[in-house]
T-cell receptor, first 115, second 115 residues
């Protein structure tokens, strides 16, 4: 069974600074997908970024980028120029390749952006 | 787009009664829909996976007779909590996936309070 570990329960950073959230996972599969979801105080889950395991290039979405280290099974999220609206719970999630339809979530990191 | 709605957003019911929560994909047809439960300050716990026209697949430990799931069409899934008890009070979230894509799109959630 796959597991996803987020070792930072809480983090805080000053507005405009850069912050990196850590995520490691364990799997025996070679083809899979990794995600970062954001859950702000409204509790609406929002997809931040997606990474396919077969792609070597790290995914980027505006101020959000990932550092995907397949051999180390590490998938960290970097938020640049952090904004107050980035305050949220961030969940790392794993989905296996074809035929595996479940998302496995980490325990989350609560990120607070300080004005 | 990929918008998922849930109704109601908040419901209070008396112990022993049943309550139905609707999940709709508004701008796409969802091959699969998922139901999660989230306790305060915790991650999402998958309850069941449903595909249109077939029986839902429940996760271990989830009572299928208590949490009835119906996936009547490619845009609608419902979760009925039968004979609700105070311990069923929680935040319920649905999600849907598009054909051929690995990510899930989440609804805004439903807060259920059983008195």
């Amino acid at each position: 069974a796959q597991t996803v570990t987020q070792s930072q329960p809480e983090m805080s950073v000053q507005e405009a600074e850069t912050v990196t959230l850590s995520c490691t996972y364990d799997t025996s599969e070679s083809n899979y997908y990794l995600f970062w979801y954001k859950q702000p105080p409204s509790r609406q889950m929002i997809l931040v970024i997606r990474q396919e395991a077969y792609k070597q290039q790290n995914a980027t979405e505006n101020r959000f980028s990932v550092n995907f280290q397949k051999a180390a099974k590490s998938f960290s999220l970097k938020i640049s120029d952090s904004q107050l609206g980035d305050t949220a719970m961030y969940f790392c999630a794993f989905r296996g390749g074809f035929g595996n339809e479940k998302l496995t979530f980490g325990t989350g990191t609560r990120l607070t952006i300080i004005p | 787009g990929a918008v998922v709605s849930q109704h109601p957003s908040w419901v209070i019911c008396k112990s022993g009664t049943s309550v139905k929560i609707e999940c709709r994909s508004l701008d796409f047809q969802a091959t699969t829909m998922f139901w999660y439960r989230q306790f305060p300050k915790q991650s999402l716990m998958l309850m069941a996976t449903s595909n249109e026209g077939s029986k839902a697949t429940y996760e271990q430990g989830v009572e299928k007779d208590k949490f009835l799931i119906n996936h009547a069409s490619l845009t609608l899934s419902t979760l009925t909590v039968t004979s609700a008890h105070p311990e069923d009070s929680s935040f319920y979230i649905c999600s849907a996936s598009k054909p051929g894509l690995p990510e899930e799109y989440f609804g805004p959630g439903t807060r259920l309070t059983v008195t």
